[in-house]
């Protein structure tokens, strides 16, 4: 998770951004923030440093601070590119059509700690894609489709006691070895601010 090829200079794993600073080591780091609170952490461990802001309110003063410790005193030598960790790249933009390899039927389940759920999704030419979760179908919406994957949202159930019936449910896969693979998130309040989530793994595969 925290190795990165040696002709790169960043990466992305289970959470953990992956830096090669501009002098050598390697900067590998996480934050984020919700209302009331915002953290962030920085490991570099070639020079043995670990930096931990949080604060209990929503705003960037963590990864001001967090810049300002280590950048400006600790490593104070500047680097050749910007001083700031860069930010986690933008999702990749939707095609206007979706990918041949996405159009067609796949199926597959959603892995909740109470057990599995089964999962179908009908992709369609136009670019509309039916969901079929515990047996109940409904349109995704706010969809984009693209050659790595797919994200939309959905109301439904995912049967498990910690998430409403009427659960806004967010799905994002990326295609990997011919599957779909990813997160479906339930949100308790549909329609309202995306936040406090609970995730479970999905994956379906062509059928």
Known sequence: MQVIPEDQQRGYAIGWNVWRHPSGYTVIFHGGNMPGASADLTIIPEKGIVV?????????LPF?????????????????TAQSKPTVPEAAVPD????????????????????VRPLRLEIHDSGDVDVTLCGATTNLNKTSLHSSGLTGEFIGDLGISDARPDSLLALSLTQR????TGVVTAYSRPGGRIEYGLSQWAEVSRH
């Open 96 to 115: 206007s059509i979706p990918p041949k390899e996405l159009v067609g039927l796949w199926t597959g389940v959603v892995h909740t700690y109470q057990g």
């Open 177 to 180: 070895s011919g599957r779909l």
């Open 52 to 60: 931990a802001i949080v604060s209990n309110r929503s705003s960037n």
């Open 64 to 80: 001001r601070i967090n810049d300002e410790i280590i950048y400006n005193t600790l490593l104070p030598q500047p680097p050749a």
